[in-house]
């Protein structure tokens, strides 16, 4: 027994805090090479970001939702616990609202006028391009990491796009994927996230390419896996302290203090900030948990009879003006009734998540009827969540790097402190702050565990 666990109440061989998709991979890939583990989660359900629901009848997702081309990792986890993955529909026009109407395409770079196409291309094959500069393991090595740092991704912009029908949609397309604005977002951390997706169009979704979803709710996927785990993860067990030293660690709760040979932090990045850490974290991974705040997203879902805005349109809509700045179709498959999801993000998000869900209920369905036409204020069922007043969570999209943070502590970032180790999905060097990247950070962390626990 080290000086730490001296009186704990239980032990294991690795405390997991965090239930969401990082952490529930660690465990799981953990528990299947005999490692005992036991999961701590402050809320009062597993899954973190994912929240799924039924409204009128109908199960929806509420947070991350989307499975992506080039996800693997989500993929293969979806496969492996039997969950179904159906296709998004993407037959259609797609839509932009400008503020002066809508515009169709079949995506919504195609809807532009030619002068703007012609220069969002550019920029966007200079992104892709100069993103495969930046190692994914190590971006703050990137030839000129420390320049693209200490430079905002809205100056970049500025200087990369002299339309004015440009810059608003490539705003809209950042604010969909980060849940912050340009103006915070560090450029090198955008390049980053660029090479980690496989390019900006990939990223943000603007390629056209059709999504996936999860068939019965992406919870399924938490909700399958804390099941295997059989009785190792506890909800409402918010953990408040951790005590470390080389010898193992104790972590506390309310209600109990586990003593373990390893601890897996797999929590919102700003959630480590409110943990009470003995010795204190070292001054570049304490940096990295004040810093970096998570995006602002707001999701709202409306339910209709009928998918009318079919078979013409495919329900997707980028809003360069707000508040609603992104909208799709997420109708069940035999289309008998109609599922739009309308979410706001960063600065639009932040200002509506003080409002009542009645105001924000009539504030969305006018502005599905400005993309739809009237029939869209005709919802038989309304629901949202507003991720910056969600408890334990602080946010939805991942981390959103503002500049300096890479270059000066972001080595800090997958490093760990003695035996505490860090899966949260902002660590992922694939997809980061997405789904797929919470499984490949959960999956990385437990690999590093399991080879440390053999040498112990």
């Known amino acids: 027994m080290s000086d730490v666990d001296a009186a704990a109440d239980r032990e294991t061989d690795v405390v997991v805090v965090g239930a969401g998709l990082a952490g529930l991979t660690a465990a799981r890939w953990l528990d299947g090479r005999d490692v005992d583990v036991r999961v701590l989660d402050a809320r009062p359900q597993v899954g973190g970001r994912l929240r799924s629901r039924e409204v009128d009848g109908v199960v929806v997702d509420l947070g991350t939702q989307w499975v992506?081309?080039?996800?693997?990792?989500?993929?293969?986890?979806?496969?492996?616990?039997?969950?179904?993955?159906?296709?998004?529909?993407?037959?259609?026009?797609?839509?932009?609202?400008?503020?002066?109407?809508?515009?169709?395409?079949k995506t919504a770079i195609d809807s532009l006028p030619l002068p703007a196409r012609l220069n969002l291309g550019a920029a966007v094959r200079l992104l892709d391009r100069r993103s495969g500069e930046v190692p994914l393991e190590a971006p703050h090595r990137a030839p000129d990491a420390t320049a693209w740092d200490e430079t905002t991704l809205a100056t970049w912009r500025d200087g990369a796009l002299r339309t004015r029908r440009a810059r608003a949609l490539f705003d809209a397309a950042v604010r969909s994927s980060f849940g912050s604005e340009p103006a915070d977002l560090s450029y090198l951390s955008v390049l980053f996230a660029v090479r980690a997706a496989g390019g900006f169009e990939r990223l943000?979704?603007?390629?056209?390419?059709?999504?996936?979803?999860?068939?019965?709710?992406?919870?399924?996927?938490?909700?399958?896996?804390?099941?295997?785990?059989?009785?190792?993860?506890?909800?409402?067990?918010?953990?408040?302290?951790?005590?470390?030293?080389?010898?193992?660690?104790?972590?506390?709760?309310?209600?109990?203090?586990?003593?373990?040979?390893?601890?897996?932090?797999?929590?919102?990045?700003?959630?480590?900030?409110?943990?009470?850490?003995?010795p204190h974290l070292p001054a570049r991974r304490a940096a990295l948990s004040r810093r970096p705040?998570?995006?602002?997203?707001?999701?709202?879902?409306?339910?209709?009879?009928?998918?009318?805005?079919?078979?013409?349109?495919?329900?997707?809509?980028?809003?360069?003006?707000?508040?609603?700045?992104?909208?799709?179709?997420?109708?069940?498959?035999?289309?008998?009734?109609?599922?739009?999801?309308?979410?706001?993000?960063?600065?639009?998000?932040?200002?509506?998540?003080?409002r009542t869900r009645s105001e924000r209920r009539s504030m969305v369905l006018d502005r599905f009827a400005e993309y739809f036409g009237d029939r869209a204020v005709e919802a038989t069922g309304y629901t949202d969540v507003a991720w910056p007043n969600v408890p334990w969570s602080g946010g939805c999209c991942g981390a959103a790097f503002p500049p300096g943070i890479?270059?000066?502590?972001?080595?800090?970032?997958?490093?760990?402190?003695?035996?505490?180790?860090?899966?949260?999905?902002?660590?992922?060097?694939?997809?980061p702050g997405h789904m797929d990247g919470g499984v490949q950070a959960g999956k990385r962390a437990a690999a590093e565990l399991v080879g440390r626990l053999r040498t112990d």
């Open 406 to 431: 890479l270059t000066t502590v972001g080595e800090a970032l997958r490093e760990p402190v003695g035996r505490v180790h860090w899966a949260g999905a902002e660590t992922a060097t694939r997809w």
């Open 293 to 354: 705040p998570h995006g602002a997203v707001v999701t709202c879902v409306a339910t209709y009879e009928v998918p009318f805005w079919r078979p013409d349109l495919s329900g997707d809509v980028l809003d360069e003006e707000g508040p609603v700045c992104r909208t799709r179709d997420v109708s069940p498959l035999d289309g008998e009734r109609g599922v739009l999801v309308g979410q706001l993000f960063g600065n639009a998000a932040r200002r509506w998540s003080e």
């Open 68 to 105: 992506g081309p080039g996800q693997r990792h989500l993929r293969r986890l979806a496969a492996d616990l039997g969950c179904e993955q159906v296709r998004q529909r993407a037959e259609g026009d797609a839509l932009r609202y400008d503020g002066n109407g809508t515009h169709r395409g």
């Open 204 to 278: 943000t979704g603007l390629d056209g390419r059709p999504r996936t979803r999860i068939a019965g709710g992406v919870q399924t996927l938490a909700d399958r896996m804390a099941a295997d785990l059989s009785g190792r993860v506890h909800t409402d067990s918010p953990v408040r302290a951790i005590a470390h030293d080389e010898d193992g660690v104790v972590v506390r709760t309310d209600d109990e203090s586990v003593a373990a040979r390893h601890v897996v932090v797999a929590t919102a990045a700003s959630r480590v900030a409110c943990l009470d850490f003995d």
